[in-house]
């Protein structure tokens, strides 16, 4: 989904000042979005959605778009593998997760 993905992808390759997007950064990515669906769903979505509950399932398998977790932690995730694979010209930003 390009709204789950474009966004964080580049916030996270621009913040390390990556010289490309690898295969290792999307990998990232998608990781980091299949465990954010695991994780119990914020209040505020469920406000955003006008939604009683969420839980991962049928209905589910996907963040909203207008989860606000996406920011850190898929952009963290693809700074990490960034610098992982050597395209990192830029240490990993303090104000994400720690590694």
Do not use: C, Q, W
Not at 5 to 32: K, Q
Not at 37 to 60: I, S, W
Not at 72 to 84: M, Q, T, Y
């Amino acid at each position: 989904n390009n709204v789950l993905g474009f966004p964080y992808i580049f916030r996270g390759a621009l913040d390390v000042h990556a010289s490309g997007i690898t295969r290792a950064m999307l990998m990232g990515a998608v990781e980091a979005l299949s465990k954010l669906t695991h994780e119990p769903v914020p209040d505020e979505v469920l406000r955003a959605y006008k939604l009683a509950n969420l839980a991962y399932g049928r209905e589910y398998i996907i963040p909203k778009p207008l989860d606000p977790r996406l920011l850190k932690i898929v952009s963290a995730a693809v700074a990490k593998a960034a610098i992982e694979s050597g395209v990192a010209r830029a240490p990993y930003p303090a104000h994400y997760p720690p590694l």
